[in-house]
């Protein structure tokens, strides 16, 4: 059901009752630190306890008001807070500070060292500090409210992709691992370690934008700022608000030191870090401080507020929906493990990982459904996406692409925290986000589901429809090679599978489960507002399928690979590219290992790095270079007319490709070595 906020709701707004200018603001901030110590501690895969408070815990709000809608926006922080909880604070709330429940955010900041309001993996609620954390909640919006005073507002993006990096990678198809229930499902997983040997690369790309929501008031003093990042969360010692608190204190100390007395106070909310980390598990390890990531994070958004343009005429508009999806519940023989387990803990909490799996396979069996609240919030020509998960990178990217208001960002674990939200592809790769809990359980298509109703909501507050994707084919690299005149174009920078476009226009691919989508590709293209141009797809055993025009004695393949399987650890690496005739597959493309194998077309693999690669035939003759240079000359009778590409194919059983492919195009004629070459004028 979709409420949004109506005329007669508006008319009453006590700004517009007692005729004062049209947008006002206010904020606040309340400790939250708890009164008494030991509390449970969540967000690990065991119940852990916080001794003392390493640092203070706050609530911090932003309540606007244009006269005829007023809205709250709290950040917390909390590790997560269940929407049982929220909807409860928030009826509070708007009893006390008269802003209706459907006009209030209230957010986790996702710290994971602060006190437990509700259960998770193999913890439980901390027993009294919920009733406390709703006590506050009630105060600091009313603070907000009576703080209220003539305002201007503005807002700005920065690229902060320094900070960030995605913390789920992809393992060797020779190194998956067993998942809590004993099965070999883990081929992708978080926090893989530096330079892992074990691990091909990231699954997923990230969201690089750090965003601020900047108020002033009327003569032009600092009152707030609402900054938004993804990045999960640093580490430290429990109880601790972690980078998020760090950030928030240093901007405040900043303005304070240039307006004494002001009260500005500063909000850090996440955004979509579901698998992203500050690590960058791609090179060794560097030594890093807490103190000091949260000074360049702070540095970050200075620079973005010192690019905010104010304005007075702001207009304020929210809705909200509820989507009710399934959970991935245990079938006869899971519950019956889980059930056999938990009676041998008789009442104790978790100690290991299949104990808490176990636990958790019941509760969602108790609770096979679950209805969540979603939220947009449109702030002049600003979007918020607020959802009750924790959001992968790729998600947030396409909010923001769809989103027909410009900027837009995500607040994740808003309203509610109902787990981790995999894009439907990195289901069939396994690991933590996948395996089924109240922190992981929603149906495979949970994803899809939840990104289309928000993005719907973002259309009702603008009024708008949504934004198309920008045309892949008005990219200079695509004009390049549609000036060929291709058969086939797969650039491979989908957002969603099954379908692999084909911008040549003619031959649309298929993908099989076991390829990710929205990695940084091999083009170098301008900065474009919404980190989607540069995208491929990575292949973990998985391959896409393409229908094949009839070809002729003269063909071309063409494209770029980025290998990231060890060459000296097998004779093949993988198949870049197979042609088949039937089920049988003939002709193809391999990267040489440590022994090429005597019949295969194969070039040297690289590792991690961008490759480009084309597969020439004339006649009987077959040429192939890499990198617009010769590596085979030679000649191949040609076999029985394909049918069909594999993109990522297995040639003759073997291996097929681990790592990306992008920007694969097919032409019925032999490419000449200058038109190849050409293609490295990048």
């Not at 609402?226 to 928030?248: I, K, Q, T």
């Not at 695509?478 to 911008?503: C, M, Q, S, T």
């Not at 194969?602 to 890499?626: I, K, S």
């Not at 681990?658 to 019925?668: M, S």
Request: net charge neutral; hydrophobic share 45%.
């Amino acid at each position: 059901m979709l409420r949004i906020a109506t005329l007669a709701a508006a008319l009453l707004s006590p700004a517009a009752l007692a005729g004062e200018p049209t947008f006002r603001a206010g904020a606040a901030a309340i400790d939250v630190t708890p009164e008494r110590f030991p509390v449970v501690v969540n967000c690990g895969f065991l119940e852990a306890v916080g001794k003392a408070a390493n640092d203070r815990l706050f609530a911090r709000a932003l309540v606007l008001d244009d006269g005829t809608t007023r809205l709250g926006i709290v950040l917390v922080d909390s590790c997560m807070m269940p929407r049982e909880f929220l909807d409860k604070a928030k009826a509070l709330v708007a009893g006390e500070a008269k802003i209706p429940a459907d006009r209030l955010l209230i957010a986790a900041t996702h710290t994971h060292t602060a006190p437990a309001v509700m259960g998770c993996l193999g913890s439980d609620p901390d027993p009294a500090y919920g009733a406390f954390l709703e006590r506050q909640l009630v105060q600091v919006v009313r603070q907000a409210v009576a703080a209220l005073k003539p305002a201007r507002a503005g807002w700005a993006v920065v690229d902060a992709g320094s900070l960030t990096n995605n913390r789920q990678w992809i393992l060797r198809s020779d190194k998956v691992r067993n998942d809590p229930f004993g099965q070999a499902t883990v081929k992708s997983n978080m926090h893989p370690g530096h330079v892992h040997p074990d691990f091909v690369g990231p699954s997923g790309p990230i969201d690089p934008w750090l965003s601020v929501l900047s108020v002033r008031t009327a003569d032009d003093v600092p009152l707030a700022a609402l900054v938004n990042f993804s990045m999960h969360y640093f580490g430290a010692a429990p109880v601790s608000s972690d980078y998020f608190g760090r950030v928030c204190l240093a901007l405040e100390k900043r303005v304070a030191a240039k307006h004494a007395g002001s009260g500005f106070v500063a909000i850090m909310s996440q955004g979509t870090a579901g698998d992203l980390h500050w690590m960058d598990y791609g090179k060794p390890q560097a030594a890093r401080t807490i103190d000091n990531y949260a000074a360049a994070v702070t540095e970050k958004a200075e620079a973005a507020l010192a690019q905010v343009q104010y304005r007075a005429d702001v207009t304020l508009a929210t809705a909200e929906t509820t989507l009710t999806l399934d959970r991935r519940t245990p079938d006869a023989v899971r519950l019956a493990w889980a059930r056999k387990l938990l009676e041998k803990l008789d009442g104790k909490k978790p100690t290991n990982q299949p104990e808490v799996y176990a636990r958790e396979a019941v509760l969602l069996h108790e609770e096979p459904r679950r209805e969540l609240k979603l939220q947009a919030v449109r702030i002049g020509d600003l979007g918020i996406a607020a959802l009750p998960n924790e959001v992968f990178a790729l998600t947030g990217l396409k909010i923001r692409a769809f989103s027909p208001l410009v900027p837009t960002f995500t607040i994740e674990l808003a309203n509610g925290a109902d787990g981790y939200i995999p894009p439907r592809e990195q289901h069939p790769l396994g690991g933590y986000t996948t395996w089924p809990a109240r922190s992981a359980g929603l149906e495979v298509g949970a994803e899809a589901k939840i990104t289309e109703a928000v993005v719907a909501l973002l259309e009702k507050v603008a009024d708008k429809k949504r934004r198309p994707l920008p045309d892949p084919k008005s990219d200079p690299y695509a004009v390049e090679v549609l000036k060929g005149k291709p058969v086939g174009y797969w650039r491979l920078g989908d957002l969603a599978g099954p379908d692999v476009a084909d911008h040549a226009g003619r031959n649309p691919g298929r993908c099989e489960p076991g390829v990710a989508f929205g990695l940084d590709g091999p083009v170098p293209r301008p900065f474009d507002g919404l980190a989607l141009a540069n995208r491929a797809a990575h292949f973990a055993g998985g391959r896409v399928k393409v229908a094949l025009p009839e070809l002729k004695d003269a063909y071309t393949v063409e494209g770029w690979f980025w290998n990231g399987f060890p060459a000296d650890a097998r004779d093949w690496t993988g198949t870049l590219f197979a042609f088949a005739s039937g089920d049988e597959v003939g002709e193809g493309l391999a990267l040489a290992g440590k022994a090429e194998a005597a019949k295969a077309l194969a070039v040297p693999a690289g590792f991690r790095t961008w490759h480009h690669v084309a597969l020439v035939r004339d006649g009987d003759r077959v040429r192939v270079y890499r990198d617009g240079k010769l590596e085979i000359d030679r000649v191949v009778p040609r076999g029985a007319k394909p049918d069909a590409l594999w993109l990522g194919g297995r040639l003759d059983g073997k291996f097929g490709l681990e790592g990306r492919l992008a920007e694969v195009a097919l032409f019925d004629r032999a490419l000449t070595a200058e038109e190849v070459a050409g293609r490295m004028k990048r």
